[in-house]
Each structure stands twice: as C-alpha cells, then as structure tokens.
C-alpha cells in the first residue's frame, strides 16, 4: 500500500519561506519520479515540480527561481522549499508520485497572508 504524508505546511507573510515535506512509502520512491501538487480554493489543483529519480527537477513557471524541490533517498522524503512566498500561493499542497496508480496524500495547507 502507497502512503504519503506531507507536513509543513502553516500560516506565512508574504516573502517568507516554508518548507514541505512528504514521506513516500515503499519501493516507488526509487522507482518513480514525485511531484507537488497544489490546489487553491474554487481553482483545480496544479502542477507545481516535479524530481526524477535521477534527481532532475522540473518546475512550472510562476515558481521557477523561488521553488526548489529535493529528495533524501535515505529518508524516502522529497522537500518543497518556498521562497519570497505571495499571496496567489495560497493552497493545499499535495506530493503525488508518478506511479500507475493515483495515488495522494491529506495534503499541507499553506497560508500566506499578512
């Protein structure tokens, strides 16, 4: 069974910073690249970035030069680090592994308002 769990998620000021975490469980870590999802009040959920398993990144561009995902292979845990974070940023994030399968965690709420 895939669990995923994100965490750190919270109530930020505009330019701040936060980072995400989400453990992966299992063997797809190794085997399947892992995205950020996220999804803002009455809007669909976006892609945000993505990693490979080789560790190439990949990211969309309102948040290219701010947004830097990584991965701990050793703690099957890929990271989101946010930066000079806006209000439009506001959402629940989500990491989602490219498997077959559909698979999605509870998500992390991210806030950013003065």
């Known amino acids: 069974q895939v669990q995923l769990v994100e965490s750190g998620g919270g109530l930020v000021q505009p330019g701040g910073s936060l980072r995400l975490s989400c453990v992966v469980s299992?063997?797809?870590?190794?085997?399947?690249?892992v995205g950020w999802y996220r999804q803002a009040p009455g809007k669909q959920r976006e892609y945000i970035a993505q990693?490979?398993?080789?560790?190439?990144?990949y990211y969309r561009d309102s948040v290219k030069g701010r947004f830097t995902i990584s991965r701990d292979n050793a703690k099957n845990t890929v990271y989101l680090q946010m930066n000079s974070l806006k209000p439009e940023d506001t959402a629940v994030y989500y990491c989602?592994?490219?498997?077959?399968?559909?698979?999605w965690g509870q998500g992390t709420q991210v806030t950013v308002s003065s």
């Open positions: 990693i490979t398993t080789s560790g190439n990144t």
């Open positions: 989602h592994p490219f498997t077959p399968g559909d698979y």
């Open positions: 299992g063997s797809i870590f190794t085997t399947y690249a």
